[in-house]
């Protein structure tokens, strides 16, 4: 197993992206659309691999800056969307609507997917909440 720390990991996932990109524009220019795929799909099995071959080193203070950013995503993202899905999924027809002239007629349908998306996000959020907290050692059967 390759012991590699996050820097080089990230140069190395540089390279490979500038390799496929430099592919993918060669094989658009000479119309070779099924080379542009083969090349992005040998560059996604190229990383793969190598994720799955190296042990990338994170350091405490990393992982902690990773936590925090997560829990910062999804503070912002859920009620970003939830009230973009409301927003979207106000009735037209009474005027209240930014979009009740009438030729909007996918954003209600755009706003259900939202409404969807958030629910999905607050349910993985408890599920995996909730099994973090066994693992843990949080289990609730302290009383």
Do not use: C
């Amino acid at each position: 197993m390759i012991v590699m720390d996050r820097k080089k990991y990230k140069q190395l996932r540089v390279v490979v992206t500038l390799f496929v990109g430099a592919i993918v524009a060669l094989a658009v220019i000479g119309n070779s659309y099924p080379l542009s795929i083969a090349g992005v799909l040998t560059g996604i099995v190229f990383m793969a691999l190598v994720r799955v071959k190296a042990k990338i080193r994170t350091d405490e203070r990393e992982a902690t800056i990773q936590e925090k950013a997560a829990r910062m995503t999804y503070a912002i993202f859920a009620p970003v969307i939830g009230i973009a899905a409301f927003l979207l999924l106000l009735p037209s027809k009474s005027g209240i609507s930014v979009f009740s002239k009438g030729e909007w007629l996918y954003v209600e349908s755009l706003g259900m997917v939202f409404a969807y998306l958030t629910l999905f996000l607050i349910a993985i959020y408890a599920i995996s909440y909730h099994f973090l907290n066994r693992k843990y050692g949080g289990g609730g059967d302290e009383e």
